[in-house]
């Protein structure tokens, strides 16, 4: 192999330049030509490619966001953009693709290689939403983020004697609420993945206002439903008054964690070791500190399950 690829696709996360930079200094180590597709399939199917030079990802390693832009393609899901994605990649000569998003972006991988162009999965979404790896790119600064905003909010919570509903991502995995939520002394996190009953919820704050508790935060994964809504429910059934705070976006910026930049500089670094070992269609990720490797359709096939020990522990240490 001798021409390699690399784009950032779906939602972005602070720590892919990390991996960006990995993959290209990895690679040109290596005596390969690198380059970077920007805006990820969508600018793979026009072309919207340009080589990498060394300096091309100096000054990167500390900023957030993804310098090749990223975005979503409903064209390339289908056959035809999928071909017109490979007939760009003949067209420069590139033998291999490293694909660094979420699981959609794995899916769009997975069809490249069984059209037997070969490419490596890194897991770069701040969810944390992704079986093959304990950790994905992101997630740790975005933790890192939300417990920075409970910690000021919970300044306040105390001043005013109140209670706080932070909304956090998590469409569909509660791995940010219930880290964030444990590290910032929550005394409520609700996820998707578990059951929840808003008289419990209520049972847990009464007996923390009786022993004299001031304020209380409660952590809400997006999935679970809109704060907005779970204040108007304490509000109308419990007659309790809420301040609530939505992180959004915030979640998804800013300067990645040491522990991000490790970790894309690993996962990046080995992607291009199994392109140019002919080991492709594979997810690269973080197992037990160890980097390893599992096929796109086992990783596709398992969804990334909630830790029910963290959880439990979290019960047990916000009574
Ligand atoms: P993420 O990678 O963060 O999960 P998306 O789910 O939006 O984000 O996926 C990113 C892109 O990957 C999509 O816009 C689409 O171009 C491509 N993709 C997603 N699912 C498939 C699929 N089943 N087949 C081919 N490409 C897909």
New binding site residues.
Partial sequence: MKKIGVLT???DSPGMNAAVRAVVRKGIFHNLEVFGVYQ??AGLMEGNIKKLELGSVGDIIHRGGTILYTA??EE??TEEGQQKAIDQLNKFGIEGLVVI?????Y??AE?LTQKGFPCIGLPG?IDNDIAGTDYTIGFDTALNTVVEAIDKIRDTATSHERTFIIEVMGRHAGDIALLSGLAGGAETILIPELEHDLSDVMDKLKSGIKRGKKHSIIVLAEGVGKADDLAQRLKTQYDLETRITVLGHIQRGGTPSCFDRVLASRLGAHAVQLLMDGDAGKAVGLVKQEVVARDFHDVLQHSNTVDNTLYTLSQELSI
Avoid: A, L, Q
Avoid at 101 to 105: F, L, N
């Fill in positions: 696709s779906g939602g990820g399939y979503r393609s390339f899901k998003g979420g699981d959609g972006s899916r769009g069809k979404t």
